[in-house]
């Protein structure tokens, strides 16, 4: 271990204990949270400990734009700073900077990547020195830093850089810089400041019709959808004849993901000069419009134009499946199958292909039409046995096996469910089953349908590398995680991952995530790193893995107020998985709060319930009482509904009144078939979701 790796290993250890200060100061920073850190400053002083405490004061300040504030602190974290005078010296720069001190910022900045070459805050650093030589008058000197960090692209670097070349009058390249920020990257905070910049200069050339579409496009994917509305609409404007199709088909597409539905309505009633696959798209855009406003009859109409001028093309493949979602909705179930039907007929490669097989096998068990069903089952699983539906299929198959009292092949296919899908919703069902079905023979090879079933991909056991410890990145990685200074951390972190090229680095990130109580983010890398994890067995992946995908945070508070509830823990951590990932300041875009995402309404009413003295709204953000409310009110739900946990999951997601409606809708053989035929499929997915996380919880950790 160098000596440098040594020092820095000491101050993590003496740092330890400054970690829920540093957290809850970032997080929060309030006038308690500034006396702690700084305590804890002023009594390691002599130590690197210190430094990263002033360093986490300082960057608190920050957060707060008090940059003259933040100047005083991190002065005091330099001497000691040590591997972390980067962040200090750039920091410090930045403030005196902000604040007007130009020489002092420009003497912090100057020569940082010789001073710091293994920095990566050295673009940043470059980025900041730039603009103060603009402010001094140096813009040449500012264009020749900046061309060397131009690699890859920066939103912030290329402003900074079409600022310095308008400055020395080279305004072509000034132009290019601009335009590149405006048009090819939108959705960055210089995009609406570089545009102003690039009308400023004189004879900037005006933008391509290429350069506004790659805008719109972007802005569309992004969803930006107003936005791009306004690039559209200038694109169609000054479109060529044979263009302006294309340009109107875009436009009308954006107005009608905005909700401007009777626009978008008007704008491609007719389109002239179209290209048959143009019509196709008009027609089905137009469809989609009528969608919206709950004109069926002209959107069924605008299906049938498109069906019989268009019968193989994608437009209609897309127009079926809303054909048939929107039968679904009105419980009008045989044009419903019939659509789903011929959805995968007419395109049985389509993506779509194995969802609608799926949908009117369903459908047909549905009707009671079981020797249809199993053929269709069987056809499931032989025409798309990779398909996300094949579970479902060998569960339900299975099932009418057995109504058949045929145990064998009952047997043989909950089996390969178990083996195959280890930790899907269904497999867990089908091993319930499968323990109260009596042994019998199975001879071999008896069904061969069995072994169209590929494996899983990436299915065998992952083994972590060690990551390097004499890495310095990686150990400034948890330093700075002591201080709280999350973001700062995972960049050093990801850094000597890719410079080491072990697999270790997702499992670090995701310790360093739960570590520091973003539990939310701990999951996320997990979920990207192993997207199949519910199809393995448990040892398959490292427990550390698990412990970030399935974590157990305010556990105490969580298990007290689900029992008090006569709740299953695990099922109420496994709804809070799925509602907030754990992240107990989350806010959706209805308004719902916190762990178990309770609107404030609903949390005041539950309050009252409760006799929780002086409730406020704000309280929904602690832990402690968005669970004894959040639980109190899920129990209500499971009351609500006769003790079904399937219902009341449902309820909880999409409401009581269509959970009513869908009950009505039966009758099920049991809550399995109720949660198949919901038909929402956000809601259909988020009950099975939370009932299969509830089962890995159980495995992973035994009684709660």
Request: glycine letters at 6%.
């Amino acid at each position: 271990m160098s000596p440098r790796v040594r020092r820095i290993r000491q101050a993590f250890v003496a740092s330890t204990t400054l970690r829920p200060m540093a957290q809850q100061l970032i997080q929060d920073r309030t006038p308690a949270g500034y006396a702690g850190v700084e305590a804890f400053a002023r009594t390691h002083s002599k130590e690197d400990a210190g430094a990263l405490a002033w360093l986490v004061v300082g960057y608190a300040h920050i957060l707060d734009h008090e940059w003259l504030m933040a100047i005083d602190p991190l002065n005091r974290a330099k001497p000691l700073a040590g591997d972390l005078g980067d962040y200090v010296a750039y920091y410090l720069g930045s403030c005196y900077l902000q604040t007007g001190h130009q020489s002092e910022g420009l003497a912090a900045l100057a020569n940082f990547s010789t001073t710091y070459p293994d920095s990566l805050l050295i673009r940043d650093a470059h980025l900041s020195y730039a603009n103060a030589l603009l402010i001094e008058g140096r813009a040449t000197e500012a264009v020749e830093l900046l061309e060397k960090d131009r690699v890859p692209a920066r939103s912030d670097i290329e402003f900074a850089l079409g600022r310095a070349y308008a400055v020395i009058g080279q305004t072509q390249k000034a132009a290019d810089a601009l335009a590149n920020v405006y048009y090819n990257m939108p959705n960055a905070a210089e995009a609406d400041t570089a545009f102003a910049e690039l009308k400023r200069l004189p004879s900037a050339p005006p933008p391509t019709p290429a350069q506004r579409k790659t805008r719109a496009d972007l802005l569309m994917k992004a969803k930006r959808y107003n936005d791009a509305v306004d690039e559209y609409r200038e694109l169609a404007t000054q479109a060529s004849p044979e263009g302006r199709p294309a340009a109107e088909l875009a436009l009308a597409d954006a107005l009608h993901r905005s909700g401007s539905n009777r626009e978008a309505k008007a704008e491609i009633t007719t389109l002239a000069d179209a290209t048959p696959d143009q019509n196709a798209q008009r027609l089905y855009i137009l469809g989609e419009v009528f969608f919206a406003l709950d004109e069926n009859a002209d959107f069924y109409r605008s299906v049938d134009e498109l069906r019989q001028t268009a019968p193989t093309s994608s437009w209609l493949e897309q127009a079926l499946l809303s054909v048939a979602n929107l039968h679904l909705v009105h419980h009008e179930y045989e044009p419903a199958l019939d659509a789903f039907r011929e959805l995968q007929q007419r395109f049985p490669t389509g993506s779509r292909a194995s969802y609608a097989h799926w949908k009117a096998a369903w459908l047909t068990l549905r009707f009671g039409r079981n020797e249809e069903a199993k053929k269709q089952f069987d056809e499931q699983i032989g025409m798309y046995p990779a398909g996300n539906e094949t579970s479902a299929a060998l569960y339900w198959r299975a099932r009418l096996a057995e109504e058949d009292h045929d145990t064998a092949m009952a047997r043989a296919y909950y089996q390969k469910l178990s083996d195959r899908f280890r930790n899907y919703y269904y497999a867990e069902l089908g091993r319930e089953r499968l323990q109260k079905l009596p042994q019998v023979p199975d001879p071999p090879g008896q069904y061969p349908l069995l072994d169209h079933i590929p494996p899983l991909e990436h299915g065998e056991k992952v083994t972590l590398s060690e990551p390097p410890n004499d890495d310095l990145h990686l150990q400034k990685a948890q330093l700075l995680g002591n201080g709280g200074l999350v973001d700062f951390a995972v960049r050093e972190l990801q850094a000597a991952a890719n410079a080491d090229g072990g697999n270790w680095g997702p499992a670090e990130t995701a310790q360093l995530y739960v570590d520091t109580g973003h539990y939310d983010r701990a999951i996320e890398v997990m979920k990207h790193s192993v997207p199949s994890y519910f199809a393995v067995d448990i040892p398959t992946l490292p427990r550390v893995y698990w412990d970030a995908l399935f974590p157990r945070p305010y556990w105490s508070d969580l298990k007290k107020y689900s029992l008090a509830h006569g709740l299953d823990p695990y099922l109420v951590a496994s709804l809070i998985r799925q509602e907030s990932e754990f992240n107990p300041l989350a806010v959706s875009r209805a308004n719902a709060v916190g762990l178990m995402q309770l609107l404030p309404k609903t949390g005041k009413n539950v309050a009252h319930q409760e006799s929780l003295k002086h409730y406020n709204a704000t309280q929904l953000f602690t832990p402690a009482v968005n669970l004894q409310l959040g639980t109190r009110y899920f129990r209500g739900m499971v009351d609500k509904f006769g003790g079904s946990f399937e219902h009341a999951l449902a309820a909880y997601n999409a409401g009581s009144d269509r959970v009513e409606d869908w009950i009505g809708q039966g009758p099920y053989r049991d809550s399995p078939e109720f949660v198949e035929s919901i038909p929402f499929t956000e809601t259909r997915e988020y009950v099975q979701a939370i009932l299969r996380n509830a089962a890995v919880y159980k495995q992973l950790y035994g009684a709660p």
